[in-house]
């Protein structure tokens, strides 16, 4: 791979929440390759909630090829903007958890993939 190349990631050591690992998907992306860092590691841009080291194994990844069943791709998706405060679309709520004032939902965000669902306060 060579930097700006689209790639999968596998999902074999990630968690992934909001779904149970057997119907979490196998691989996820398409990430982009930000660096070079050995002849065997990547560095990949990951989305901004994950919260996990972007270095990564080349037996981790394998080529994104764009075609149609994968649908749309939103690698960055631009941000509803109304002034200097951002602005975000809630499509669906996928999930919930806690009780009373300690709850919390799982969005999905209009706009945006999957990978950008996150957990949010009430």
């Known amino acids: 791979y060579k930097v700006g190349d689209k790639v999968w990631l596998s999902t074999q ?7 149970p690992r057997k119907l979490a998907p196998r691989r996820t992306g398409p990430l982009i390759v930000l660096k070079v860092v050995g002849p065997v590691t990547y560095k990949l841009k990951l989305p901004r909630q994950w919260k996990i080291h972007d270095t990564f194994h080349a037996s ?6 764009e075609t ?22 809630v499509e669906a709520i996928l999930d919930h958890k806690g009780v009373g004032r300690r709850r919390l939902y799982y969005l999905k965000w209009k706009g945006y993939s999957d990978k950008e669902n996150s957990w949010e306060p009430e």
């Open 13 to 19: 050591n990630l968690t992934i929440p909001g779904r």
């Open 60 to 65: 981790y990844l394998s080529p994104y090829k």
């Open 68 to 89: 149609e069943f994968h649908g749309p791709n939103y690698l960055e998706p631009p941000p509803d903007c109304n002034g200097a405060e951002e602005h975000y679309e």
